[in-house]
C-alpha cells in the first residue's frame, strides 16, 4: 500500500511569508507525528497527533508554527512568519497508534524548507 | 533530561570491512532503543528496536545491536559491509508511547 507522502518536497520562501506544509499518513494510521531535522541534527519532535487531537504540543518551537488534523488522516503544519531559522527539513511519520504500546512509526519524504 | 549521543558523525569504510556505530544514552527508567536508517533519497525506516529479553538485537540486512545496560549502550554492528550501506544511521530511545529522542545521527560511507 502506499506510504507517507509529503507536499511540498521542496519550498523555498522569503523571510516573513506563512508556509503551508501537509501530510498524508498512511490509511487506517491513527499517531500522526511532525519532527524538525536541521542540518547535522537529530530529529526534534514537534507535535503528536492521536485522531484529531493533539495530546502533546510541546515540542512546537514557538507560536508562530501551528498543526491540524482533519478527519483523522491529512495534517496540516502551517509556520506563520517564516524566520531564517526555521530553514530545516520537516519530517512527518504516521504508525498504527493507540496508546498503551510504542507503535512503529513510519516516516515520509520529508519537506525541505529554506528561508531566504 | 534524556538524550542520546552518536559520537561518530562520519565513518568511511572500505566494503567487507566490519562495522561498529557508537550510541549512548541517558535515561534512568525501562529503556526501548532503536536504530532507524535513511538511504539515500528514501525515507527514514527502522533496522531494529529492543524492549526487552535478549540484549542482542537482529534486525534487517545483517545488522545488529547489543543492549549493555551498564554501559547505557545500544552499539549497532556488522560484520562485513557492502558498498549498499551507505546511508545515515540514527540511535533513538523511546520517551513515551509516541516520543522518541534521537541522536544526531551517522553518515555512513562505503567506499567500492
Known amino acids: 500500500g502506499a506510504g507517507v507522502s509529503q507536499s511540498p518536497s521542496n519550498k523555498v520562501t522569503e523571510k516573513g511569508k506563512d508556509v503551508e506544509l501537509r501530510c498524508d499518513p498512511i490509511?487506517?494510521?491513527?499517531?500522526l507525528y511532525w519532527y524538525r531535522q536541521s542540518l547535522g541534527q537529530g530529529l526534534e519532535f514537534l507535535i503528536y497527533?492521536?485522531?484529531?487531537?493533539?495530546?502533546?504540543k510541546s515540542g512546537l518551537p514557538s507560536d508562530r508554527f501551528s498543526a491540524e488534523r482533519t478527519g483523522g488522516s491529512v495534517s496540516t503544519l502551517t509556520i506563520q512568519r517564516t524566520q531564517q531559522e526555521d530553514s530545516a527539513v520537516y519530517l512527518c511519520?504516521?504508525?498504527?497508534?493507540?496508546?498503551?504500546?510504542?507503535?512503529?512509526?513510519?516516516f515520509g519524504p520529508g519537506t525541505r524548507l529554506t528561508v531566504l | 533530561a534524556q538524550s542520546v549521543s552518536q559520537h561518530n558523525h562520519h565513518v568511511i569504510l572500505s566494503e567487507a570491512a566490519s562495522l561498529e556505530l557508537g550510541c549512548n544514552y541517558s535515561y534512568g527508567g525501562t529503556v526501548n532503543l532503536f536504530w532507524y536508517v535513511q538511504y539515500p533519497g528514501q525515507h527514514l525506516q527502522l533496522l531494529l528496536k529492543y524492549f526487552s529479553g535478549d540484549p542482542l538485537v537482529k534486525g534487517i540486512k545483517g545488522f545488529e545491536a547489543e543492549f549493555i545496560k551498564s554501559k547505557f549502550s545500544f552499539n549497532l554492528r556488522k560484520p562485513s559491509v557492502q558498498w549498499s550501506d551507505t546511508a545515515e544511521y540514527f540511535c533513538?530511545?523511546?520517551?513515551?508511547?509516541?516520543?522518541?529522542?534521537w541522536g544526531a545521527g551517522t553518515k555512513l560511507i562505503i567506499k567500492p
Open positions: 533513538a530511545v523511546k520517551r513515551s508511547n509516541y516520543q522518541l529522542i
Open positions: 490509511s487506517g494510521h491513527t499517531a
Open positions: 511519520a504516521s504508525s498504527p497508534g493507540g496508546a498503551g504500546t510504542y507503535n512503529e512509526q513510519f
Open positions: 497527533f492521536q485522531g484529531n487531537s493533539a495530546p502533546d
